[in-house]
């Protein structure tokens, strides 16, 4: 289990993150349509997961404009923003953001993602929810960028997570 802080007190999680050079866990999450989507959809591609607790608070919304904006400059890259959030709530804030280069995805009917990427809270007050962390999944399943945020209350390093592609 991984330690990470929210406001300064002490959260762990589940587990860790998968290991760079690993095979990626396979996930079946649900986008703003309701349909299934799973890594496997994007095989050949460079897949970043950038995960949060929800897209309500303002570190969370911070990092899906930013990795929207990015995102449009990537070739061959999907960005997903996985959360507990309901795909209703994330459709209306993407929608209302103009986000169109991530495809926001919930992991509420998946409750296993958060276990096989290690990032579910199993203690403090967003327990139940997913710590912040980015995961870039390389052309061929393979896990080439880990960042478990230590303060929930931070944003990633992006520009790292960016040129981990490149």
């Known amino acids: 289990?991984?330690?990470?802080?929210?406001?300064?007190?002490?959260?762990n999680t589940i587990g860790n993150l998968p290991g760079k050079?690993?095979?990626a866990p396979n996930f079946t999450l649900v986008n703003g349509q309701l349909a299934e989507v799973s890594l496997s959809d994007y095989k050949g591609k460079t897949v970043v997961l950038n995960i949060f607790p929800?897209?309500?608070t303002s570190?969370?919304?911070?990092?899906?404009?930013?990795?929207n904006q990015e995102a449009a400059k990537l070739n061959n890259t999907v960005v997903l923003a996985v959360s507990a959030d309901l795909p209703f709530a994330a459709g209306r804030f993407c929608t209302a953001e103009g986000i169109d280069n991530v495809t926001p995805v919930s992991v509420f009917r998946s409750p296993e993602f958060g276990k096989d990427y290690g990032v579910l809270m199993t203690d403090g007050p967003l327990k139940g929810l997913l710590a912040r962390a980015v995961v870039v999944i390389d052309p061929k399943g393979n896990i080439s960028y880990i960042e478990l945020v230590p303060e929930i209350t931070q944003e990633p390093n992006y520009q790292t997570a960016i040129n981990s592609i490149v």
């Open 54 to 56: 929800s897209l309500d």
């Open 21 to 23: 050079g690993t095979q």
């Open 1 to 11: 289990m991984a330690k990470i802080s929210f406001k300064g007190g002490e959260v």
């Open 59 to 67: 570190v969370c919304a911070a990092s899906v404009r930013k990795f």
